[in-house]
């Protein structure tokens, strides 16, 4: 498995913590609409200053966490199968 794969396995800290009134209202309360208050997302930076904040469609926030969880406890296994 190359080094980025690798990488993958690895269950890392968050990026960023924010407290909830440090987060815009608007993202508080599309966040807080959602399903127990978790939703995957992307990310982009555009070149005009504007952050973009999408939905990642499709993927269950619990079972990419339980994903994780699996890979990363199986990560020496997974890491010599190649």
Do not use: C, H, N
């Not at 990026?15 to 992307?42: H, I, K, Q």
């Not at 994780?68 to 199986?74: C, G, K, M, N, V």
């Amino acid at each position: 498995m190359g080094e980025d794969a690798a990488k993958m396995t690895d269950v890392e800290e968050p990026l960023l913590t924010l407290e909830a009134t440090e987060a815009p209202e608007r993202l508080r309360t599309w966040l807080g609409a959602r399903s127990g208050g978790v939703a995957l997302v992307s990310l982009e930076l555009l070149e005009d200053g504007r952050l973009i904040v999408e939905t990642v469609a499709g993927l269950d926030p619990q079972f990419v966490a339980r994903l994780q969880r699996t890979l990363a406890q199986y990560e020496d296994v997974l890491r010599r199968l190649t």
